[in-house]
């Protein structure tokens, strides 16, 4: 009996790990399939910013540019310290809620969490930081769109937040003193996670990018 059971517990194992090498192999060979393959980066226009912090990529865009103004949708007293609303860009990203709040970091992840998430889950979050413009470096790549481009892109950033009646989402302090979580449209899963979004994100402003991008990597090996 206890032989079986142990048999059982390997095939339960193995199956595991098949599914996520499986999944990883995937990721990687959908990541590598370039879309908008005529796309380049424009000589002048509106500078944004893709942030990878090793889990979560988001994207980093002017308060204000092109004829889009984000502050009737992220306000100050949304803050916990309202006077970070001051600076001149803004860090979004899109997730499943208990993974995005409850993992801030590598070390914050818990199997639970990504279990849950991958299964899929409707109860999803726009992240909202307010930041000076950054510098570029590892982990933080510029791109330059083209006025169209970027409308396109705050187009589908915009649609990604639910919002009520009065043209509001609603919102609940994030990490620190200068962030926020904003009630989100969208289903996240395994097919569709925080660093796809990012990816058609950019694919619907023109930018050239990877047909799937599950992965942190796979969204920032297209940028710079």
């Not at 889990?55 to 916990?80: M, N, Q, Y």
């Not at 590598?106 to 000076?132: I, M, Q």
């Not at 990490?175 to 694919?203: I, K, M, P, Q, V």
Request: proline letters at 5%; charged letters at 20%.
């Amino acid at each position: 009996m206890l032989r079986r059971v142990g048999r059982s517990l390997l095939r339960v194992v193995v199956a595991l790990v098949a599914v996520q090498l499986a999944y990883g192999v995937a990721g990687l060979v959908g990541g590598a399939f370039a879309t908008n393959r005529a796309w380049q980066e424009a000589q002048a226009g509106v500078r944004i910013y893709v942030e990878d912090n090793g889990i979560h990529t988001s994207i980093v865009v002017p308060v204000v540019a092109a004829g889009t103004d984000w502050r009737d949708l992220v306000r100050p007293e949304d803050l916990r310290d309202p006077r970070f609303a001051g600076h001149s860009h803004l860090s979004i990203g899109w997730g499943d809620r208990a993974f995005y709040v409850g993992t801030p970091t590598w070390s914050d992840l818990k199997p639970a969490t990504v279990v849950h998430a991958a299964f899929g889950s409707d109860d999803t979050v726009l992240h909202v930081g307010h930041l000076p413009e950054p510098v570029a470096e590892a982990g933080v790549r510029p791109v330059v769109l083209r006025p169209e481009e970027y409308r396109r892109l705050a187009g589908f950033i915009r649609a990604s937040f639910s919002t009520g009646r009065d043209g509001r989402a609603g919102s609940v302090p994030g990490y620190g003193l200068s962030d926020a979580f904003y009630t989100a449209h969208g289903r996240y899963s395994a097919l569709r996670t925080c660093n796809s979004w990012t990816g058609e994100a950019l694919r619907h402003a023109g930018v050239r990018m990877g047909a799937w991008t599950p992965f942190s990597a796979t969204v920032m090996a297209w940028l710079g």
